[in-house]
């Protein structure tokens, strides 16, 4: 399945504080409210970002890269949770199913 995320989404890495920002919607400056990340998460959607299509394992294989081979965690959680990350973000509206 390919997927793509929808533009104005951008990460950042706020002094070692990762945020996902929405930078068309206006809604979490009232409410104060943005999108903390923990650093997989964070490194799942920067690979994301400025991809015009991708694919879980596009995504799989930058996560894998970009992991210490130390940490020892397994490949199938890491496509577990690349997996439960895209349905969240395609509920939120942050994502599409991109097949043609």
């Known amino acids: ?12 890495d706020i002094a070692g504080v990762y945020f996902l920002i929405d930078i068309h919607d206006r809604h979490f400056y009232r409410n104060r409210q943005l999108n903390c990340l923990n650093p997989t ?3 799942m959607i920067s690979s994301m970002i400025g991809r015009g299509s991708f694919s879980a394992e596009d995504i ?17 959680r890491i496509r577990a949770d690349i997996a439960k990350l895209l349905d969240v973000m395609v509920a939120k509206g942050w994502a599409e199913n991109d097949e043609r």
């Open 41 to 43: 998460a964070y490194l």
């Open 60 to 76: 799989l294989a930058d996560v894998v890269a970009g992991l210490d081979p130390q940490g020892g965690v397994p490949e199938e």
């Open 1 to 12: 399945m390919s997927y793509k995320i929808r533009e104005g989404l951008v990460c950042r």
